[in-house]
Nanobody
Framework: VQLQASGGGLVQAGGSLRLSCAASGRPFSTYAVGWFRQAPGKEREFVAAISWSGDSTYYTDSVKGRFTISRDNAKNTVYLQMNSLKPEDTAVYYC?????????????????WGQGTQVTVSS
């Protein structure tokens, strides 16, 4: 599976962005997908994940109520709608896909990774 993340940019605090993760190469509908982010000097951290069916979603506490993950398997795409953005959301955002089990928050549980898209939130 090849993943292409897009939709990042520069936005003021309180604004919104929608990230997209487009997949190609294999049937995407059998993969769970996660979004992670990495700020300069920090480790990559979990943001949100969605099951292969879309029935289950998971979020880190700091984005609950502001971010929404969704998927359109017909378009082989997963989205991350980000509202009420804060300067601390500034990071490179990565999408990743997996078919196995285990904790959604653990990077090693994902097999395929996209290249990342920069999100910058100004105060």
């Amino acid at each position: 599976v090849q993943l292409q993340a897009s939709g990042g940019g520069l936005v003021q605090a309180g604004g919104s962005l929608r990230l997209s993760c487009a997949a190609s190469g294999r049937p995407f509908s059998t993969y769970a997908v996660g979004w992670f982010r990495q700020a300069p000097g920090k480790e990559r951290e979990f943001v949100a994940a969605i099951s292969w069916s879309g029935d289950s979603t998971y979020y880190t506490d700091s984005v609950k109520g502001r971010f929404t993950i969704s998927r359109d398997n017909a378009k082989n795409t997963v989205y991350l709608q980000m509202n009420s953005l804060k300067p601390e959301d500034t990071a490179v955002y990565y999408c990743a896909a997996r078919r196995g089990g285990g904790d959604y928050q653990i990077t090693n549980n994902y097999t395929y990774w996209g290249q990342g898209t920069q999100v910058t939130v100004s105060s």
